[in-house]
């Protein structure tokens, strides 16, 4: 399909602007406190180093029974912690589920509450989700159901994990349908992000956090894509004080979004940047690529989508390329896969009946949600994606 058969398409596309809460993306300070995300729930956000050294101090004080959910990769250091708990005379289970998406299945929930159960855990007691994104929403997945909702404590030890799974309560497990399909808002006690796990993650792990902290510079907070065009080594370097000044403004980002829109009936599906054609590239891919690497093509896509349908000007649709190739993004995708991804992309949160809704950007800070963009112009989104692949990673700084 040529360009302006596409645009002409674009005209039957409903577009309405989607108004982002005022304040807080200026500056980071509004990281280390987050408002209500329920109707009577607020959680802290604590952004810092050495943080996990005495986790126990961010515990409520009558807590007398805890849950520790983790990643495999972090057990000698939850042992060191389920010591100094057990000698203070707290009661501690623990729940170590498979690695990645296998994590957020229904059975492994199950096997969390089966221990719960068995050790008779009350609205006053604990659990804890310590690990990446998968172990943080199945963590509060499981705090959500139990007694229909008991306290939990997120300890994000990613990237990506701490500037998107962990913060706004969003709790949930995969089906064969599509990723987090079941789930429940439930919001955490508190959010502890300690900068010093960042230290032993993978260069592809740092990259995938940055897709997530990207997208809220381009719905939100510019600030953030000036620090990463500035200085696109520095914002990969987890020991560094422009990934720290990142991460805050990212979280800063989802608070008052989240604040705004607790329950995802407006604009907090501006978080869904990207996000239409993401998950459909990770139920195609069977959850193999990070979640921030299908997002930053799924950015792409949606600007392909903008720019052709009028919404967005090329400069800005170019720009996506170039600031997610300068971190080692990927920008592009396999073709020959429309007719699988676009049956996955049927099935998602934001569609309202038969309606398929995209987040898209008229500029930078300005989402809108378009209303049944037209076959052709997605597919024509999709052409401009897919005929440029190259593997993952090529390319950027790297």
């Known amino acids: ?185 439930h919001a955490p006690q508190a959010v502890v992000c300690d900068l010093d796990t960042l230290s032993t993650l993978p260069h592809a792990a740092v990259t995938s956090g940055l897709g997530e902290i990207l997208k809220c510079g381009f719905i939100r907070d510019p600030k953030i894509l000036d620090l990463v065009w500035g200085a696109p080594r520095a914002a990969l370097d987890p020991a560094g004080d422009v990934l720290h000044e990142l991460v805050e403004r990212a979280i800063a980002v989802k608070v008052d979004v989240v604040a705004a829109d607790p329950f995802e009936h407006s604009v907090r599906a501006i978080l869904n940047y990207g996000h239409t054609l993401a998950h459909a590239i990770e139920r195609v891919e069977d959850y193999t690529w990070a979640h921030g690497h299908a997002v930053a093509v799924g950015m792409v896509f949606a600007a392909e989508v903008a720019a052709r349908g009028g919404v967005m000007d090329s400069s800005l649709r170019g720009a996506h390329r170039e600031i997610l190739a300068a971190v080692g993004l990927p920008t592009s995708y396999a073709p020959g896969r429309w007719e699988q991804l676009r049956a996955r992309m049927r099935i998602d949160k934001k569609n309202r009946g038969s309606h398929t809704r995209m987040v898209l950007l008229s500029g930078i800070g300005r989402p809108v949600l378009a209303e049944d963009p037209p076959e052709e112009l997605l597919e024509a989104a999709y052409e401009a994606v897919s005929v440029t692949a190259r593997p993952l990673g090529e390319g950027g700084i790297g």
Do not use: C
């Open 1 to 185: 399909m040529s360009q302006a058969d596409a645009t002409q398409a674009a005209g039957q596309m409903r577009v309405r602007e989607l108004v982002t809460p005022a304040g807080g993306a200026e500056g980071p300070g509004g990281a280390a406190a987050e408002p209500a995300v329920g109707s009577d729930a607020a959680h802290e956000v604590r952004v810092g180093r050495g943080l996990v050294g005495h986790l126990e101090d961010f515990f409520p004080g009558d807590v007398n029974r805890v849950l520790i959910v983790y990643a495999p990769t972090l057990r000698d250091r939850v042992l060191g912690l389920v010591d100094r708990l057990r000698a203070q005379g707290l009661e501690t289970r623990l729940l170590e589920p498979p690695d990645g998406e296998a994590a957020k299945r229904i059975e492994v929930a199950q096997r969390g509450w089966d221990l719960l159960g068995e050790a008779g855990f009350t609205r006053t007691d604990l659990v804890v989700g310590i690990g990446g994104g998968t172990v943080t929403d199945l963590a509060g997945f499981i705090a959500a159901t139990w007694l229909r909702g008991v306290r939990y404590l997120n300890v994000p030890t990613t990237l990506l994990a701490m500037v998107d799974a962990a913060i706004g309560g969003k709790t949930g497990v995969n089906t064969l349908a599509g990723k987090n399909l079941v789930g429940a808002f």
